[in-house]
C-alpha cells in the first residue's frame, strides 16, 4: 500500500500516476472547510491498482469534526474493512433489503447498504455504508456515526483523475483519521 506521510497537492499527484485508471472518489464539490487529509493506493510495481482510498475532512453543525473516507477496491483486497475496522475483507448483507442511501456516480446512481459493525471494536463510532460501482466494491467510512445524517442530501462522488484545473484549488492537509 503507498500512502504517503502527509497529505499534500503533490502528494496527491503522486496517488494518481500510482493509481493509474483506479478511480479514487472524493465528494464533489467540497464545500467550504473541507479539506483532504488523507490517501492511499493498493498496488505492486509494475501491475495495476486494486484499491484506492481518500478522506475528507471537516465540520458538520450537528457533528463537529467529520471524516469521509472513501474506499474504491477489487473484491477481496481487504482495503475497506480495514478502514472500517472490519474482520471480513468484503462486506457481508449487501443488496439485502432497501439501500440505506444512494450516492451519484456520473449519471448514475449508487445505492449503499449499512455494514453492521457489532463484531468489531465498539469505541471505534462510524458508519458504514458499502454498494457496488463499475464492478468494485465502493465503501464509505463515516466517523462519527451521526455524521451519516450528512447523506440526506444528493451526494456526488466523483473521480479525483477527471476534476482537472480545480484540483489545485483543493485544500490539503491535517492529521489522518485513526483506521
Given at each position: 500500500?503507498?500512502?504517503?506521510?502527509?497529505?499534500?497537492?503533490?502528494?496527491?499527484?503522486?496517488?494518481?500516476?500510482?493509481?493509474?485508471?483506479?478511480?479514487?472518489y472524493?465528494?464533489?464539490?467540497m464545500?467550504?472547510?473541507?479539506?483532504?487529509?488523507?490517501?492511499?493506493?493498493?498496488?505492486?510495481?509494475?501491475?495495476?491498482?486494486?484499491?484506492?482510498?481518500?478522506?475528507?475532512t471537516?465540520?458538520?453543525?450537528?457533528?463537529?469534526?467529520?471524516?469521509?473516507?472513501?474506499?474504491?477496491?477489487?473484491?477481496?483486497t481487504?482495503?475497506?474493512?480495514?478502514?472500517?475496522?472490519?474482520?471480513?475483507?468484503?462486506?457481508?448483507?449487501?443488496?439485502?433489503?432497501?439501500?440505506?442511501?444512494?450516492?451519484?456516480?456520473?449519471?448514475?446512481?449508487?445505492?449503499?447498504?449499512?455494514?453492521?459493525?457489532?463484531?468489531?471494536?465498539?469505541?471505534?463510532?462510524?458508519?458504514?455504508?458499502?454498494?457496488?460501482?463499475?464492478?468494485?466494491?465502493?465503501?464509505?467510512?463515516?466517523?462519527?456515526?451521526?455524521?451519516?445524517?450528512?447523506?440526506?442530501?444528493?451526494?456526488?462522488?466523483?473521480?479525483?483523475?477527471?476534476?482537472g484545473?480545480?484540483?489545485?484549488?483543493?485544500?490539503?492537509?491535517?492529521?489522518?483519521?485513526?483506521?
Amino acid at each position: 500500500m503507498w500512502r504517503p506521510q502527509e497529505s499534500s497537492y503533490d502528494a496527491f499527484v503522486r496517488h494518481l500516476e500510482e493509481a493509474a485508471d483506479f478511480p479514487t472518489y472524493l465528494p464533489w464539490p467540497m464545500g467550504p472547510g473541507w479539506h483532504v487529509s488523507d490517501f492511499g493506493v493498493v498496488v505492486q510495481p509494475g501491475s495495476s491498482a486494486r484499491a484506492t482510498i481518500s478522506c475528507v475532512t471537516g465540520t458538520s453543525t450537528l457533528d463537529g469534526p467529520v471524516d469521509v473516507m472513501v474506499v474504491s477496491e477489487e473484491p477481496g483486497t481487504g482495503l475497506g474493512a480495514r478502514a472500517a475496522r472490519l474482520a471480513s475483507p468484503d462486506p457481508r448483507d449487501v443488496g439485502e433489503g432497501p439501500p440505506l442511501a444512494r450516492v451519484r456516480i456520473g449519471p448514475g446512481q449508487v445505492p449503499l447498504w449499512a455494514v453492521s459493525t457489532s463484531e468489531s471494536d465498539e469505541e471505534f463510532d462510524r458508519t458504514v455504508l458499502v454498494g457496488e460501482a463499475a464492478g468494485r466494491w465502493l465503501w464509505l467510512v463515516l466517523r462519527p456515526a451521526s455524521a451519516m445524517l450528512l447523506l440526506r442530501d444528493e451526494w456526488i462522488l466523483r473521480d479525483a483523475a477527471g476534476v482537472g484545473a480545480p484540483l489545485v484549488e483543493l485544500a490539503f492537509g491535517g492529521p489522518p483519521p485513526v483506521w
